[in-house]
């Protein structure tokens, strides 16, 4: 099955530096890649998705990059803010099947 | 639009008691529901996917008879936890998808079980 690993799984950054967010897949044949923020304690919110027929989508300071032959993907926050401050998690999904794999998380500090 | 909401939002019992979890969309219909465990500072687990009208399929490792799913409506999914013991402890999140052509997931706020 599919597995999805993230990297770091800490990070912190100085406001206004850009944060960037690592992951990998081992199932080639996923093809939906959505990454998720949540805040202590609240549900995870879709921030940001890419599909595999796309190398890169970009949603004002968030940007997501796609390699599939190497089978990784990344999110890239500009311009952090304190607000950004949260556990992202990328994820992989294959369109024929229902579930949604989780990455473990990365926790972004951004210091004021 | 996609609202999902979860009820309770919080809830205390005494092991060895059952507890019911509601997971609702709001604005749309959902064939497809997804219930999944949060341990403090770790990743959503996937515990089972509800399709309205059929059975919850489990995933492994999760125990059908002690985390009862019913998606009886399109609106509506139900998680009962039974005879919950202290290890159950833990946030459940539920999540519905729209439609049945699309991937996106939509969240619910998620429900802290404690179970003393």
């Known amino acids: 099955g599919e597995n999805v690993e993230q990297h770091p799984s800490t990070l912190s950054v100085q406001e206004g530096d850009s944060a960037v967010i690592k992951c990998t897949y081992s199932d080639s044949a996923s093809n939906y890649f959505p990454w998720y923020k949540q805040e202590l304690g609240k549900r995870p919110q879709l921030i940001i998705d890419?599909?595999?027929?796309?190398g890169e989508k970009k949603d004002q300071r968030i940007a997501v990059t796609l390699n599939k032959t190497a089978k990784h993907f990344s999110l890239h926050i500009t311009e952090t803010q304190p607000e950004d401050s949260a556990v992202y998690f990328c994820?992989?999904?294959?369109?024929?099947?229902?579930?949604?794999?989780f990455g473990p998380g990365t926790s972004l500090s951004v210091i004021p | 639009g996609a609202v999902v909401s979860q009820h309770p939002s919080w809830v205390i019992c005494k092991s060895g008691t059952s507890v019911k979890i509601e997971c609702r969309s709001l604005?749309?219909?959902?064939?497809?529901m997804f219930w999944y465990r949060q341990f403090p500072k770790q990743s959503l687990m996937l515990m089972a996917t509800?399709?309205?009208?059929?059975?919850?399929?489990?995933e492994q490792g999760v125990e059908k008879d002690k985390f009862l799913i019913n998606h009886a409506s399109l609106t509506l999914s139900t998680l009962t936890v039974t005879s919950a013991h202290p290890e159950d402890s833990s946030f459940y999140i539920c999540?519905?998808?729209?439609?049945?052509?699309?991937?996106?997931?939509?969240f619910g706020p998620g429900t802290r079980l404690t179970v003393l």
């Open positions: 890419i599909r595999s027929n796309v």
């Open positions: 509800s399709n309205e009208g059929s059975k919850a399929t489990y």
């Open positions: 604005d749309f219909q959902a064939t497809t």
């Open positions: 999540s519905a998808r729209r439609g049945t052509y699309t991937d996106t997931q939509y």
């Open positions: 994820a992989a999904k294959q369109t024929s099947y229902d579930k949604v794999i």
